[in-house]
């Protein structure tokens, strides 16, 4: 098992930055991949990024694609997921998740998740 935690969020103006971090425990990172996805009241959970277990391989959903990076320390257990010129529809519960699975971006290939973490962005 693997324990997630997910801290970092917060209110934000349009245009400006969060960093969200998620503290592993219970097994090392290093044997998964990680990802972040997002929930917006009234919709689905959705796929926002994935790093592989190296941070070699990386995807993005194309609505954060050039505003948010995905990275990890594997020596910290730790993943991060800096937003960027964040905009009022990145409003969600940003949740990080593993998966023994590769490259994956369905949240059903993920059996490991954290709490959540609210990121609101004002207009």
């Known amino acids: 098992q693997v324990q997630l935690v997910e801290s970092g969020g917060g209110l934000v103006q349009a245009g400006g930055s969060l960093r969200l971090s998620c503290a592993a425990s219970g097994r090392t990172i290093s044997n998964f991949d990680m990802g972040w996805f997002r929930q917006a009241p009234g919709n689905e959970r959705e796929f926002v990024a994935t790093?592989?277990?190296?941070?070699?391989?990386?995807y993005f959903a194309d609505s954060v694609k050039g505003r948010f990076t995905i990275s990890r320390d594997n020596a910290k257990n730790t993943v991060y997921l800096q937003m960027n010129s964040l905009k009022p529809e990145d409003t969600a519960v940003y949740y990080c998740a593993a998966t023994a699975i590769t490259g994956s971006y369905l949240k059903n290939n993920y059996p490991y998740w954290g709490q959540g973490t609210q990121v609101t962005v004002s207009s």
């Open positions: 790093i592989g277990r190296s941070g070699a391989s990386i």
